[in-house]
């Protein structure tokens, strides 16, 4: 058998042997990435030693990149989500609005809250405030919830600092400003679209109503050692929107300016993803944490706490850039890339495809992610024109189509809201679908005009 056919046969067994390790093993994913990687490694040829080198170093080279953007991040959404600031900013966009315009108050509340912490983490702290805004107006608990859950996904699959589309920019090489900047174009359309539009739509599907009384307890914030204000609005807005920010205000001056020169340095420092969040999270500690008369020992509980779901996270997006390290080891990224200039298929097409079979096997965004751009990084190689930073938005919205009953997100959104599989497959898998299937749609649209 050919050499070359031999080892694109070696690397699709592999990515087969990932889904059924996960999926029929019941493996951790972290684990089945490893045994996957370091399986390819050891069947093309190379010895055991080498492999496990290679590996480790595309574990360390995938965390250099996105670990601090993700640890950066989740710091930051632990002391907004601890000092009370998003609770501000929810209570503050709900008020006493008109019950037909709750969903769209929500969804924009929730898109804001979800852009510095993972989903389940704000989707916990959300739902009693979902429960009380369903109660005080009367209305089914899914004519908020819906909208709430697709506020925080549009952050979760297409903005970093969220772990899939920080994967991405680090394996395509992307501007994380540029990405955060195209993914709000194609993120906020998008949210109305699956919030207030499609809640309104679907209302007639929503099926029984769940007990609004046997909802969650309210979640118990810490008190400050010291009262000495509430968390104010503006702050706690002025934390979201200062990571993004600073980062656009990057990507744009260093376009504008010289290289070596003053500007040019603070323009780059400024799209560093790593020190504009620095930025963010000293200015929360300060002015959300401190103001309020939290102690330094509350703001480090909040921090760890933020902390506490990472660690797996981490471990998986390791794993993935070992795959990728071993795909390059073999010699079949290039062979992917050399074949690619001869298929039909678009090179943001086939990102999002990948990412969306793996998803749907898989159920994990992160998992389908690290996989998806193992495969299909070499592809940039082949279509220099193409946007990285499209790449980017392609896999991370492939990855969370068709979200099933193997996505742990699946069945939170069930329980907390009290559904049958039935109403959480025509809601929630339904909402996230038309999400991945209208950020592709976005995407391609932006390739007419942005290329790389």
């Not at 492999?51 to 950066?72: R, S, Y």
């Not at 742990?408 to 991945?436: D, I, N, P």
Request: charged fraction near 10%.
């Amino acid at each position: 058998m050919n050499t070359d056919l031999q080892h694109l046969l070696l690397g699709i067994g592999a990515v087969v042997v990932l889904v059924l390790l996960i999926t029929k093993a019941k493996l951790h994913p972290f684990l089945a990435l490893s045994l996957a990687a370091l399986g390819l490694g050891v069947a093309a040829g190379i010895a055991p030693a080498s492999a496990v080198e290679a590996f480790q170093g595309g574990f360390g080279d995938a965390l250099a990149g996105v670990g601090p953007t993700i640890g950066l991040g989740t710091l930051l959404g632990g002391i907004l989500l601890g000092s009370g600031g998003a609770d501000r900013i929810a209570t503050v966009f709900i008020g006493a609005r008109p019950v037909q315009w709750i969903p769209a108050a929500i969804t924009a509340a929730a898109l804001l809250i979800g852009m510095p912490h993972l989903f389940d983490v704000s989707f916990v702290m959300l739902v009693p405030l979902v429960y009380t805004v369903a109660k005080r107006t009367g209305t089914h608990l899914l004519y908020v919830g819906l909208p709430m859950a697709a506020g925080l996904y549009v952050s979760h699959g297409l903005l970093p600092p969220h772990p899939s589309p920080t994967l991405a920019v680090s394996a395509y090489d992307a501007s994380t400003g540029l990405t955060i900047l195209y993914g709000l174009i194609i993120g906020i359309p998008m949210a109305v679209l699956t919030g207030p539009l499609l809640t309104r739509v679907i209302s007639r599907w929503f099926g029984p109503a769940p007990d609004l009384d046997k909802g969650p307890v309210q979640a118990t914030t810490t008190e400050p050692d010291h009262r000495r204000k509430p968390a104010s609005f503006t702050l706690a807005l002025i934390t979201v929107l200062l990571p993004p920010g600073l980062m656009l205000i990057g990507t744009v001056g260093t376009a504008n300016t010289a290289k070596g020169t003053l500007p040019y340095d603070f323009f780059a420092a400024c799209d560093s993803s790593v020190l504009s969040l620095l930025a963010a999270v000293v200015f929360a500690f300060f002015a959300l944490g401190v103001r309020s008369g939290f102690g330094l020992g509350q703001l480090q509980k909040m921090a760890a706490k933020g902390l506490g779901p990472v660690g797996g996270i981490i471990l998986i997006l390791g794993a993935g850039g070992g795959l990728k390290a071993m795909l390059t080891e073999t010699g079949i990224d290039q062979l992917i890339s050399d074949y690619a200039v001869d298929w039909a298929i678009p090179p943001l097409l086939l990102g999002w495809l990948v990412a969306a079979l793996l998803r749907i096997c898989l159920g994990s965004a992160t998992v389908a992610t690290a996989a998806a751009t193992a495969i299909v990084a070499p592809l940039l190689t082949a279509y220099p024109g193409t946007s990285p930073e499209l790449m980017v938005l392609a896999t991370a919205s492939g990855a969370v189509m068709l979200s099933h009953v193997n996505d742990s997100g699946f069945w939170l959104f069930k329980e907390y809201f009290q559904l049958s599989v039935a109403q959480t497959f025509r809601t929630w898998t339904l909402m996230l679908s038309l999400q991945s299937l209208l950020s592709l749609g976005g995407v391609l649209l932006l390739s007419t005009v942005v290329h790389g």
